[in-house]
Nanobody, 119 residues
Framework: QVQLVESGGGLVQPGGSLRVACAAS????????MGWYRQAPGKQRELVAA???????NYTDSVKGRFTISRDNAKNTVYLQMNSLKPEDTAVYYC?????????????WGQGTQVTVSS
């Protein structure tokens, strides 16, 4: 089992910045991906950004140039720096950790942290 603990959400004005963090309870030695998804009211959960433990990244188009994902593998932590925030970025942001083991795929979620962009 792996627990993911998120922190850093909150209320920010349009154009502002916010950083969210997610710490995993243990190290995963296999190639793995940590990422952030978000879900706005009435919408499906969508990938925001993801990063493998060897540094490959993936961003959804709407956040490219504004959001930056990073990892500290020694701390089992992934960060999402969000700049130039827009009201449409308002959502619950969920951390995700996924990897493929010898005989199964593993997929864990955090509890979610609210990000609200409003004046």
């Amino acid at each position: 089992q792996v627990q993911l603990v998120e922190s850093g959400g909150g209320l920010v004005q349009p154009g502002g910045s916010l950083r969210v963090a997610c710490a995993a309870s243990r190290t995963i030695s296999s190639t793995n991906t940590m990422g952030w998804y978000r879900q706005a009211p009435g919408k499906q959960r969508e990938l925001v950004a993801a990063m493998t433990n060897d540094g490959r990244t993936n961003y959804t188009d709407s956040v490219k140039g504004r959001f930056t994902i990073s990892r500290d593998n020694a701390k089992n932590t992934v960060y999402l720096q969000m700049n130039s925030l827009k009201p449409e970025d308002t959502a619950v942001y969920y951390c995700n950790l996924a990897w493929t083991g010898r005989s199964a795929q593993y997929n864990y979620w955090g509890q979610g942290t609210q990000v609200t962009v409003s004046s």
